[in-house]
C-alpha cells in the first residue's frame, strides 16, 4: 500500500484514534472502534492506551483494553487483526490493515490520506524535530469532505447496516446454538423419564419383594410355633409307640391263653369221648364245661381282636404323625429356600434403585449444567448485541 504524508504529533499532549469525527485522526473502516485508541507524548515520550473492543496492536503484539504501552520510533501501530500465516501466499486477496508507522523527523505540517479515506489534516510544529505518523488505511468510497452531512450519513448508514448484518449473524449463531442445547436438553429429559420409570419398576419389585419377606416372617413365626408344639407331638409317638408295644405283648398273652384253651377244649371232647357210657349227668356237666370253656374262648378271642383293631388304630395315629413331621419338615425347608430367594430379590432391587437414583442425579446435573450454559450463551448474545449496539 502506499503512504500518506506524516501526521506531526504535538510536542505534548494527546492524539485521538478512531472512527468518530471528534477523534483527532478519524479512520471510517468497520473494524475501527468510535474511539479506538489514545496517544499521549510527555518529556519526549509516546504512550497509547487501548479502548477498543478488537484491540490495538504494536509490532503485531496485542495489548489489552485500559492497558498503557510505550512505543518508540519505528514501532507499527496496527488498529486490526494481523493476517494469519500464508494469507499474504495465497490468491485470495487479503484484507488491507489500518496501520501506523511513528518516526522521527521535521514537521511537515499535513496529513494526506493513501488509500483515499478522506481529509485529516493537523497543526504541525514547524522548526523542531517532531514525532510523525504514516498512516496506511483501507480503501474506502471516493474522497469526500468527511465533515459534511451527507459524508457523514452515508457512513452512518453503512455501519448500521454493518451492525444489523453482524447483529443477525450472532443471533443466528445464538439460536443455532440454543437449539443444539435443547436438543441436548430433550434428550436428557427422555432419559430422566426411563430413569425415573426404572426407579418406579425397581421400587415396585422392591415393594413385591418386601410382601414377600413379610410373607414368609409370618410362616416363619407359624413354623416356629409349630417347633414348640413338635417336642410334644414327639412325646406324644413315644407314648403311642410304648401302648402299641404293651398292646402287643397283651396280645400275645391272650393268643397263648387261647392256644391253651383250645388244648382243653380237644381235651375235654377226648374226655367227653370216652364219659360217652358213663351216666347222662357226667355227660350234661361235661357238656356244661366245654360251653363255659366255648365262651371264654369266644370271649378271649374277641379281646384279641380288639386289641388289634387298637394296635392297628395306634400304628395308623403313628404312621400320621411321621408323616406330619415330614410334611413340616419339607415345607420348613421350602420356605427358608424362599426367604433366601426372596432375601437376594430385596437386595438386586435395592442395589437397581441405587443405581436409578445415581441416573437420575446425574441426569438433574447435566440438566442443570445445560440451563447454565443455555444462560450463558445467552448472556454472550445480549453482551455482542451492546457492543455492536455501542459501535
Do not use: W
Not at 437449539?179 to 415396585?204: G, I, P, Q, V, W
Request: glycine letters at 6%.
Amino acid at each position: 500500500h502506499s503512504h500518506d504524508p506524516a501526521f506531526q504529533l504535538p510536542v505534548s499532549g494527546s492524539v485521538t484514534i478512531g472512527r468518530r469525527p471528534n477523534n483527532t485522526l478519524v479512520c471510517n473502516d468497520i473494524s475501527v472502534s468510535g474511539k479506538h485508541c489514545e496517544i499521549s507524548i510527555a518529556s519526549g515520550s509516546v504512550k497509547i492506551s487501548d479502548c477498543s473492543t478488537n484491540g490495538t496492536y504494536i509490532n503485531d503484539e496485542r495489548i489489552v483494553k485500559g492497558e498503557v504501552a510505550e512505543v518508540s520510533p519505528g514501532d507499527v501501530i496496527a488498529l486490526t487483526k494481523p493476517h494469519p500465516p500464508g494469507a499474504l501466499d495465497s490468491t485470495v486477496e487479503a484484507a488491507v490493515r489500518v496501520q501506523f508507522r511513528l518516526e522521527h523527523g521535521h514537521a511537515t505540517g499535513a496529513l494526506s490520506d493513501a488509500n483515499g479515506d478522506g481529509n485529516l489534516t493537523s497543526t504541525a510544529l514547524r522548526g523542531e524535530p517532531a514525532a510523525t505518523f504514516s498512516q496506511s488505511c483501507p480503501p474506502n468510497p471516493p474522497k469526500r469532505a468527511a465533515t459534511t452531512a451527507e459524508g457523514f450519513a452515508h457512513d452512518l448508514l453503512m455501519q448500521e447496516q454493518q451492525c444489523k448484518a453482524k447483529i443477525t449473524g450472532e443471533l443466528l449463531l445464538a439460536r443455532r446454538r440454543l437449539d443444539e442445547e435443547r436438543s441436548k436438553s430433550d434428550s436428557l429429559a427422555r432419559d430422566l423419564r426411563k430413569a425415573k420409570a426404572t426407579l418406579e419398576e425397581e421400587r415396585r419389585r422392591k415393594s413385591a419383594a418386601l410382601d414377600g419377606r413379610e410373607a414368609l416372617k409370618a410362616e416363619a413365626a407359624k413354623l416356629k410355633d409349630n417347633r414348640h408344639q413338635l417336642p410334644e407331638m414327639r412325646s406324644t409317638q413315644t407314648s403311642l409307640q410304648q401302648k402299641h408295644e404293651a398292646l402287643e405283648i397283651e396280645l400275645t398273652t391272650f393268643a397263648q391263653k387261647a392256644s391253651s384253651l383250645e388244648m382243653a377244649v380237644s381235651r375235654l371232647r377226648d374226655e367227653l369221648g370216652d364219659l360217652a357210657p358213663a351216666s347222662s349227668g357226667a355227660l350234661e356237666s361235661a357238656q356244661e364245661s366245654f360251653r363255659q370253656a366255648q365262651d371264654e374262648a369266644n370271649s378271649l378271642e374277641k379281646q384279641v381282636s380288639e386289641l388289634q383293631q387298637k394296635a392297628e388304630l395306634a400304628q395308623k395315629a403313628v404312621e400320621k404323625s411321621q408323616q406330619d413331621l415330614n410334611a413340616e419338615r419339607t415345607r420348613k425347608e421350602r420356605l427358608e429356600d424362599q426367604q433366601a430367594l426372596l432375601a437376594s430379590e430385596v437386595e438386586r432391587a435395592e442395589k437397581n434403585g441405587s443405581q436409578a437414583e445415581e441416573l437420575l442425579a446425574k441426569a438433574k446435573q447435566e440438566i442443570q449444567s445445560l440451563e447454565e450454559r443455555v444462560s450463558r450463551h445467552r448472556g454472550e448474545a445480549e453482551q455482542q448485541r451492546e457492543i455492536s449496539s455501542e459501535k
